[in-house]
């Protein structure tokens, strides 16, 4: 099992900008594939983006967010640039056993506890 810990949200003023971090310890970090999902209230949990030998986006944020992972400090980070409100939830870093990608929420085994992120117009 990894244990995720995210950080790095908060409030933001459309167009604004907004680094989430997560720190993995506990299992192999580097074989994992890691992925960034959002939850906005009444929605279903979405994928964001995810890494493991490539770097896959959501189409919605695709040329806005840009992630990038550390294997050596086992940290995963999300730079999200030109926010809008609609990317208002709480974001959520999640870990596979493998290195499989996916963007299916019930493929990770490993789920950080959340940060809220929240863009005002």
């Known amino acids: 099992q990894v244990q995720l810990v995210e950080s790095g949200g908060g409030l933001v003023q459309a167009g604004g900008s907004l680094r989430l971090s997560c720190a993995a310890s506990?299992?192999?970090?580097?074989?994992?594939?890691m992925g960034w999902f959002r939850q906005a209230p009444g929605k279903e949990r979405e994928f964001v983006a995810g890494s493991g030998g490539s770097t896959y986006y959501a189409d919605s944020v695709k040329g806005r967010f840009t992630l990038s992972r550390d294997n050596a400090k086992r940290t995963i980070f999300l730079e999200m640039n030109s926010l809008r409100p609609e990317d208002t939830a709480v974001y959520y870093c999640?870990?596979?056993?493998?290195?499989?990608?996916?963007?299916?929420?019930?493929?990770?085994?490993?789920w950080g506890q959340g940060t809220q992120v929240t863009v005002s117009s």
């Open positions: 506990g299992r192999t970090f580097s074989s994992s594939f």
């Open positions: 999640a870990a596979r056993k493998d290195s499989w990608a996916s963007a299916d929420y019930r493929a990770y085994a490993s």
